[in-house]
């Protein structure tokens, strides 16, 4: 009985509450505290993601909160797409793209920074950076630059055909990355063993997998209430649409770039590059298939293809974060150039 009024259960219970029982949007009391409770939401989420990572081990606890937040960030994706509205196409495109950005600058940054800061230097095995980052490049190129490249039809997009063939070749990358992180080559994604063990039952572990899924679903769920408010605000500050995609994408990504940091601070880097490599296959891998086969089945326009100026950021991020990661140690420096990365990429957006 204690549990149930536990923060990690109460936090999403109320937020579920609010978001059915009170009409989000229109009172700025319901808005702030609807704020306040997606928070607490991805805190809760950070925690029984946590639970579940002890029971299952590595790399099956980074997995599985990568996976849970992008299927969930799939759903939000579909349905604003089948809601229609101006620039509903290219909805997919710069949800995932600022998406990536985030992981690659920001999670990844923090926890060089963060890690840099109490540890010095972090050690990390450099053969399963390579393993994601070999996949991840492939993917960012087939999806979001050869668009602009192809000439079936007009516009940074594929054909039906060539959607097709690019979400098949989607879903074997990640599917090879997901064989070879559990099953090939597995030792190459093992964490350094934690002094201080804790021992999780198999019935917690399960109980806080649900409540990982019940708390992604509500912050999903009031984050997609919450944009229009968020819109409206950036709108009356003279600030772009655009803001809004990255503002909802952090929230969206905030349960993994917590676990990472945290992590990172833990003096567990592995484990933070596995989360936040991990996490930008997942967003790729896993949702451009999910839109893309929506997209086809109901014959709805998906725009993929960056604009120059997304595709120079998206290629210096990728090159920074594989200098940064190609020697197996950390410092602050890498985690430095990370983060003024990111800061330009928003910097970008508000100052085209």
């Not at 639970?51 to 909160?65: C, D, F, N, S």
């Not at 198999?202 to 899924?213: G, H, P």
């Not at 709108?235 to 995609?245: C, F, H, I, R, Y």
């Not at 567990?268 to 490599?277: A, E, G, K, V, Y």
Request: hydrophobic share 55%; charged share 10%; net charge neutral.
């Amino acid at each position: 009985m204690k549990k149930i009024f536990n923060w990690t259960y109460l936090a999403p219970l109320l937020a579920w509450v609010l978001y059915f029982a009170i009409p989000i949007g229109n009172d700025l009391i319901v808005n702030l505290l609807a704020g306040l409770l997606m928070i607490g939401s991805v805190m809760a989420a950070v925690h029984h993601a946590e639970v579940v990572a002890h029971r299952v081990g590595e790399p099956y606890g980074t997995i599985i909160l990568a996976v849970a937040v992008t299927l969930l960030e799939a759903s939000i994706i579909v349905s604003l797409m089948l809601a229609g509205g101006k620039g509903a196409e290219s909805y997919a495109r710069n949800t995932l793209f600022a998406a990536v950005m985030l992981i690659l600058n920001g999670i990844m940054g923090i926890s060089m920074v963060v890690g840099a800061l109490k540890h010095k230097e972090q050690t990390f095995q450099t053969k399963s950076v390579t393993i994601a980052l070999v996949a991840l490049v492939s993917i960012l190129v087939l999806t979001l630059v050869l668009p602009n490249f192809t000439t079936s039809v007009a516009g940074p997009r594929y054909s039906d055909p060539q959607l097709i063939i690019v979400t098949v070749a989607c879903v074997l990358i990640y599917g090879s990355f997901l064989f070879t992180q559990t099953i090939g080559h597995r030792e190459y994604f093992l964490a350094e063993a934690s002094e201080e063990e804790t021992i999780i039952s198999r019935k917690d572990s399960l109980i806080s997998l649900l409540l990982l899924l019940f708390c992604l679903g509500v912050v999903i769920l009031l984050a997609k209430a919450l944009s229009p408010v968020i819109e409206r605000s950036v709108a009356a500050a003279g600030l772009p649409t655009a803001l809004v995609g990255v503002l909802i994408a952090a929230v969206i990504l905030l349960p993994e770039g917590i676990a990472a940091v945290r992590a990172a601070s833990k003096n567990r880097f592995q484990t933070s590059i596995n989360l936040s490599l991990g996490s930008a296959l997942a967003s790729i891998g896993l949702s451009i298939p999910t839109v893309a086969i929506l997209c086809t089945a109901m014959d709805l326009p998906l725009v993929l293809g960056l604009d120059k100026k997304s595709m120079i950021l998206l290629g210096l991020s990728v090159f920074t974060v594989m200098l940064s990661l190609n020697k197996g140690r950390t410092n602050l420096l890498y985690g430095t150039v990370l983060v003024v990365n990111l800061m330009m990429y928003i910097f970008t957006i508000i100052y085209e």
